[in-house]
């Protein structure tokens, strides 16, 4: 017997073997067993995602030997003629390949005979949208009055296309994109079938590489076959998508923490020696930064990596800032879509990690990343010359170095009563004002909070001190943060600092929004803002511009210089 592909041996021949779709089995089910049956269904979806396997589904449920229901024997003479593709009364219309009138004016005529067969005759219109205008019209008055023994089911996958007269007269469907897990769920079904071995790596990238559909899926589970010699592994179905492994990917997240220009080029020379899709390996990216945000603003959220990496990425979410994830995240999108525009994929792919080098926020503190070299200060401006050629008016771009931010006075020589001796030296730079209350600008410092605890420590504001335990206020939006376990890591991270055990103690209070660090911090940067732009204007360089050539200042291209 001939091989038959897995993709068609394995299509669903119950709507209970159906992967994902539960909507439309479920209305589907419940119209075929009340009887309550449109003459006209329409299911839109991308490719591969079920939408003749229903069509054919339904043709069996209607006229299955053993009675009309949404469970078909599938052994009756109609569903396995069905199944075989030569049952008479389920007619099966390409309409990317008969898109003129004369064959629709065909299918009319057709339509007011009685099933030869079975108890309805249904065409399955496929990629209907591509019928040409004329074959819509002579379609329309046949689709919304079909004889009560024709029942229509089209099929598209690009509904936009589709007449309004058509989709009035219809009941649509979309079927949805299957999730990677869905579908690596069905291979690894099939796998234990076909009595073949695999690793759960393969299987991940076979799901991924599917792109939301099963029978991509299924085509690509065949090549795997064939190219590992019968089972699957890992490197070999990344050597035949020209994808790479999900380790290779967190180096170039590694080295972006480090700021490593040097060690990020070779992450990039590594990758290349695959010879991948680089696109894919930015998809890949753009996944693992993802991921890697949910562990930042996610409290309680676990990574689930089957190629432990979930410790990387939780060593990670400490290093990055959320801000910087977000700035990748876009980076790598966008440079996924211009990567075609790129003189070759390689140097695209290059530009664009450099990009997110290049892009890295000058004022991350020196806690979250290693440090960097500071940026040369920009030379004088010097006044225009008189004799200076006209030329076109363009924004004008300059930076103005702020004043840094004010501390809340503390007194010089206080020291909080209760750190014991043996401590003082690691708490040395924790600050106290009289009362024995810390500096909670620099215990936030000292304790390293970053990432989600960073976020809600620096919304807060530190009351009061009772014995042991620090009381933070926080405004009500802020108090869904205030959950374990990320408070008995907060106050792990604050005793190591203070050098004893400290407890926390959160309370809701709607006036602490203009107290806090963020607060501060935010009114710090407006001040700055507002101070860079006040230079440029008074900037003899700068009126003479716009007094010579009517140049103007575009206010948010000017950004305060960073020291």
């Given amino acids: 017997m001939s091989y038959q592909v897995l993709a068609r041996k394995w299509r669903p021949r119950k709507f209970a073997e159906l992967v994902g779709q539960e909507h439309v089995v479920r209305a589907l089910t419940n119209a075929l067993d009340s009887g ?24 069996k449920s209607l006229n299955c030997e053993r009675g009309e229901s949404a469970d078909p024997c599938g052994e009756c003479a109609v569903c396995t003629a069905v199944d075989a593709g030569r049952f008479v009364d389920l007619l099966e219309i390409d309409a990317a390949s008969n898109t003129g009138v004369d064959d629709v004016r065909e299918v ?15 065409y399955l219109v496929d990629e209907v949208h591509m019928l040409s205008k004329p074959a819509f019209n002579a379609l329309l008055k046949t689709l919304e009055e079909p004889p009560p023994h024709v029942k229509f089911l089209l099929a598209t996958t690009d509904p936009q296309k589709l007449p309004v007269t058509v989709l009035s007269r219809c ?3 979309n079927l949805k994109r299957l999730l990677p897990e869905q579908i690596a769920g069905q291979m690894r079904h099939i796998l234990a079938a076909e009595n073949i071995g695999y690793e759960d790596a393969a299987i991940g990238e076979l799901a991924r590489g599917a792109d939301g559909s099963m029978r991509d899926g299924l085509s690509l589970l065949d090549q795997a076959i064939a190219y590992g010699g019968g089972s699957l592994q890992a490197e070999d179905v990344r050597a035949m998508l020209g994808s790479v492994a999900r380790g290779q990917v967190l180096g170039v997240l590694e080295a972006l923490a480090a700021s490593d220009g040097e060690q990020l080029l070779a992450e990039c020379a590594r990758i290349a020696s695959y010879s991948p899709d680089f696109g894919g390996v930015l998809d890949d990216l753009a996944g693992v930064l993802h991921r890697l945000q949910l562990v930042q603003l996610v409290p309680g959220y676990q990574p689930s ?12 979410a400490e290093r990055l800032s959320p801000e910087d994830v977000q700035l990748y995240y876009q980076i790598a999108v966008n440079g996924r879509r211009d ?22 926020p000058a004022d991350t503190p020196p806690s979250t990343r290693e440090a960097r070299p500071a940026a040369a200060a920009p030379p004088p401006v010097k006044a225009a010359p008189a004799s200076m ?10 930076v103005a170095e702020p004043a840094p931010p004010a501390r809340p006075a503390v007194a010089e020589a206080a020291v909080a009563p209760s750190l014991p001796t043996e401590s003082s030296v690691r708490a040395s730079s924790v600050a106290a ?27 807060a504001v530190l009351r009061q001190r009772e014995g042991n335990t620090l009381v933070l206020a926080l405004q009500g939006s802020y108090m869904h943060m205030a959950v374990e376990p990320m408070m ?13 055990r400290i407890r926390l103690r959160v309370m809701q209070d709607t006036h602490a929004t203009s107290e806090t660090p963020a607060a501060r911090a935010a009114g710090a940067r407006q001040a700055a803002q507002v101070s860079a732009e006040q230079a440029i204007e008074e900037d003899p360089l700068v009126q003479a511009l716009k007094r010579d050539f009517g140049a103007r200042v575009l206010p948010q291209s000017i950004k305060p210089f960073e020291a």
């Fill in 36 to 59: 309550r049956m449109h003459h006209a269904y329409l299911f839109t979806g991308t490719r591969g995602v079920g939408k003749t396997t229903i069509a054919r589904i339904f043709a």
């Fill in 108 to 122: 009319i005529e057709n339509a007011q005979y009685a099933p030869a067969r079975g108890r309805f005759k249904v």
């Fill in 171 to 173: 009941l649509k469907f």
């Fill in 305 to 316: 990596d089957s190629d432990d990496s979930a410790g990387v990425l939780v060593a990670l």
């Fill in 339 to 360: 990567l075609t525009l790129a003189p070759d994929a390689r140097t695209g792919f290059e530009m664009t990690l450099l990009r997110m080098l290049a892009f890295q």
């Fill in 389 to 398: 050629p006209a030329s076109p008016a363009r924004p004008v771009r300059a």
């Fill in 433 to 459: 004002a009289p009362g024995g209350l810390p500096d909670w600008d620099t215990l936030i410092q000292q304790a390293g909070l970053r990432g989600p605890m960073g976020q809600l420590a620096q919304n």
């Fill in 488 to 500: 008995s890591q907060m106050e792990e991270r604050i005793s190591q600092a203070m050098g004893e």
